[in-house]
């Protein structure tokens, strides 16, 4: 069964760090690419970056620096450590994932996602 959770989303001052986590089923924790996307308010869903089964990571040139993707395989879960949070960080991030061959940060490849989960950055 395919299924994804976020989790750790909060308020955090500016300059401040998060970490989120998604728990992935077994049978999602397989696929190929597990990516993070973020919407914020009156925008469109962007990618944040992407990791694959064999752990090539790619990041978004907006986060470049800050945030790392990393995952547990002992956990099944993907993670997003997010430091020097700026105020246009503010978003609904979510986790997805696919298993074709090629991972990229296009929404339509990814066929799993997770409900989401809300990080506010304050001033």
């Known amino acids: 069964q395919e299924q994804l959770m976020e989790s750790g989303g909060g308020s955090v001052q500016a300059g401040g760090s998060l970490r989120l986590s998604c728990t992935a089923s077994e049978y999602t924790y397989s696929s190929n690419c597990m990516a993070w996307f973020r919407q914020a308010p009156g925008k469109e869903r962007e990618g944040v970056g992407y990791i694959t089964s064999v752990g090539t990571i790619r990041y978004a040139q907006s986060i470049q620096g800050r945030f790392t993707i990393s995952k547990d395989n002992a956990k099944n879960t993907l993670y997003l450590e997010m430091n020097s949070l700026k105020l246009e960080d503010t978003a609904t991030y979510y986790c997805?994932?696919?298993?074709?061959?090629?991972?990229?940060?296009?929404?339509?490849?990814?066929?799993?996602w997770g409900p989401g989960t809300q990080v506010t950055v304050a001033s």
């Open positions: 997805a994932a696919h298993d074709k061959a090629v991972c990229q940060l296009r929404q339509d490849l990814f066929s799993t």
